[in-house]
């Protein structure tokens, strides 16, 4: 079965500096890739995806991630954090192809505080 | 404007209670799923539906039942099996492509249940 691992659970960074927010996968081909972001009490919006090509992929404010096939890796990274970065941060990913289980599977997250 | 609506917002459930908790889409998507969210485990899927009149079960569908008898509405109803009900459920839908090309999820508020 396809799984999703972030393996920090809390991350503090200053404002300004950069951030980096790590997920692997284990699954037997490349599935799709994505990261969404979560404000408190509130639902999940999508920042990126992977499907294939450039593995250098941008999304919306300012966050890009890297799909690193050797490392079984989708690292999500951001030059300069803002401090209305602060969210937790949820990788996810679903097995390509038509058939199969055809809903994403989640990571436990990532919380980000910024400090000023 | 178009979006995904829960409610309600917060829903208390006694013992032994079956509770029903909406979820509308005007979106005109195809898929909608159900994700349950605590503390520490990110989302897990609990039912999803791809058409109307069709659904499958997902990782923790035990003590859960859905419908599909609209495309605008997958409404769960959390029976007095699901022994530990209490936490944030999350809906979600997306549009439906063969081959799949976006697989972005389209999320409601969410629903806080407790057990009182």
């Known amino acids: 079965a396809q799984s999703v691992t972030q393996p920090d659970i809390h991350i503090t960074v200053s404002e300004g500096a950069s951030l980096e927010l790590r997920c692997n996968y284990s699954?037997?081909?490349?599935?799709?890739l994505f990261w969404y972001v979560q404000s408190p009490g509130q639902g999940l919006q999508l920042l990126l995806k992977?499907?294939?090509?450039?593995?250098l992929v941008q999304g919306i404010k300012g966050f890009e991630a890297e799909f690193k096939r050797s490392q079984s890796s989708f690292n999500l990274r951001k030059p300069s954090v803002h401090w209305s970065d602060a969210a937790e941060y949820f990788c996810a990913v679903v097995q390509p192809g038509d058939t199969g289980r055809r809903a994403l599977t989640f990571g436990s997250g990532t919380r980000l505080q910024v400090q000023p | 404007d178009g979006g995904i609506t829960q409610s309600p917002k917060y829903l208390f459930r006694k013992e032994g209670q079956n509770v029903t908790l909406s979820c509308e889409q005007n979106?005109?998507?195809?898929?909608m799923y159900w994700y349950r969210q605590d503390p520490g485990q990110g989302l897990r899927l609990i039912y999803y539906?791809?058409?109307?009149?069709?659904?499958q079960k997902g990782d923790i569908a035990e003590g859960y039942s859905v419908s599909r008898e609209k495309k605008e509405s997958f409404p769960l109803t959390v029976t007095s099996a699901q022994k530990n009900p209490t936490a944030f459920y999350l809906c979600?839908?997306?549009?439906?492509?063969?081959?799949?090309?976006?697989?972005?999820?389209?999320f409601g508020s969410g629903t806080q249940l407790s057990v009182l």
């Open positions: 699954y037997g081909a490349t599935p799709y």
């Open positions: 979106l005109n998507h195809d898929a």
């Open positions: 992977y499907f294939s090509g450039d593995t």
């Open positions: 979600a839908s997306s549009m439906w492509y063969r081959p799949p090309t976006n697989e972005k999820l389209f």
């Open positions: 539906s791809q058409i109307v009149n069709d659904f």
